[in-house]
């Protein structure tokens, strides 16, 4: 049986992999059936943190093109076994992605957690829908921006990749909501210190 990591690990990669010493370890995972494929709780947990992700896509002539999609937290949502979906909003319409994707519906998305250092790659096949009740269902609640389309991805493949190198940013949200409590923190302190001193604010 075919392992589902041979989506990425062509021939050629594989030769490269022996020629520089990681054909071994590799073979071990492929012996297992290679990366996941279905939809699993980890994947869910990550997906409901993600704000911002990358597709690619490429055309019929395999000419790539990677697109920033984004959104609220859990922007990205499940809706299968294998099957992921988000609104796809008006921007610049230069269409590359949905052209590419009419031509060759193979695609990749990466997906980036800079506060934790985690990153996972999914290989799959996506497809453009213009469906109004796919795309309302898809829209994040509260969220201004108006849904174009609908973006619906099939999954083929999915392997979570290392932390090394990942530069660890924090989002501002994060941040502000962090340094209110600690300003919180901090006038309760003062007003406990002025009543220990006898002082009146």
């Known amino acids: 049986m075919t392992p589902s990591s041979d989506i990425a690990f062509t021939p050629t990669v594989k030769a490269l992999q022996s020629e520089r010493g990681s054909r071994a370890a590799y073979a071990k995972m492929e012996a297992r059936g290679g990366f996941r494929e279905q939809i699993d709780e980890t994947l869910i947990a990550f997906l409901a943190q993600v704000d911002t992700a990358y597709l690619a896509t490429a055309n019929a002539a395999g000419q790539p093109y990677a697109q920033h999609r984004g959104g609220p937290k859990g922007f990205i949502r499940v809706l299968g076994p294998r099957t992921l979906g988000w609104a796809d909003y008006e921007g610049n319409r230069q269409y590359v992605s949905t052209g590419n994707l009419a031509e060759n519906d193979k695609a990749f998305l990466f997906l980036m957690d800079y506060a934790h250092k985690r990153r996972i790659k999914l290989w799959g096949r996506a497809r453009i ?29 999915w ?28 006038a309760e302190l003062e007003a406990e210190n002025a009543a220990l001193k006898g002082i009146t604010p």
Not at 129 to 151: F, K, N, W
Not at 168 to 185: H, M, N, W, Y
């Open 159 to 186: 392997d979570v990749n290392c932390p090394q190198h990942i530069p660890r940013k924090i989002d501002i949200a994060d941040v502000e909501s962090a340094l209110a409590g600690l300003q919180a923190r901090i």
């Open 129 to 157: 829908s213009d469906d109004p009740a796919t795309i309302a269902q898809l829209m994040p609640e509260g969220y201004r921006a108006q849904g174009e389309q609908a973006v619906l991805f099939e999954i083929e493949a």
